[in-house]
């Protein structure tokens, strides 16, 4: 079983406001990663780190934000919520260059 | 742009029999190919991993790769109703397998009817 939190689960906000998805895994993998699924589409990579302090863009563009000041810690951060920002964000981890461990994602709607 | 293509589905599957899941790729370079088992609602788990051209087996499943044709399929043999999920099939360039550049199709539907 895979050991990597989303919090939180479901969030509903207002447009506007800044918000802060948190990402946690006790894994000790060095590389994580943040995924943008809206439903029924695919997975689209949005940001990634190889490690602490390394943050990279994926292939979305994204106005979110990411920071990697611990190793077990990867936070999404949108300064400013629009409706266009509502989606499911899915955050994994590897080790192995295999596999990648999801976690359970946070379900973001923004009014 | 790198894409990944697959039938939507929904793809219809009577239980015992094997479903065939599809997957084509544009990019040349891509080495190492991934599916991925997504129930509704829920995260995507890796179900099967391949890097070479042929077949991998693993359990009832059955990765299939023509790095020629730029094709990927899965097989799933004597099929359950608990294997009624959305398939993603996903490649990457690196032949490490690294998950940077990840690229996912949009997923196939797979309904197992009891």
């Known amino acids: 079983e895979a050991d990597i939190y989303q919090t939180p689960r479901y969030l509903v906000i207002g447009t506007g406001k800044k918000i802060t998805l948190e990402c946690s895994q006790t894994m000790g993998h060095d590389k994580m990663y943040w995924y943008q699924q809206d439903p029924g589409m695919e997975l689209h990579l949005i940001h990634y780190s190889y490690g602490v302090n390394s943050t990279e863009k994926g292939d979305l563009s994204s106005e979110s934000t990411v920071s990697r000041i611990r190793t077990e810690h990867f936070p999404l951060t949108l300064e400013s919520a629009r409706p266009s920002h509502t989606s499911q964000y899915l955050c994994a981890s590897s080790e192995s260059n295999i596999e990648q461990y999801f976690g359970p994602g946070t379900r973001l709607t923004v009014t | ?114």
């Open chain 2, 1 to 114: 742009q790198k894409e990944v293509e697959q039938n939507s589905g929904p793809l219809s599957v009577p239980e015992g029999a094997i479903a065939s899941l599809n997957c084509t790729y544009s990019d040349r370079g891509s080495q190492s190919f991934f599916w991925y088992r997504q129930y509704s609602g829920k995260s995507p788990e890796l179900i099967m991993f391949i890097y070479s051209n042929g077949d991998k087996e693993d359990g009832r499943f059955t990765a299939q790769l023509n790095k020629a044709s730029q094709y990927v399929s899965l097989l799933i043999r004597d099929s359950q109703p608990s294997d009624s999920a959305t398939y993603l099939c996903a490649v990457n360039p690196y032949s490490g397998g690294g998950a940077d550049g990840l690229t996912f199709g949009k997923g196939t539907h797979l309904i197992i009817q009891p």
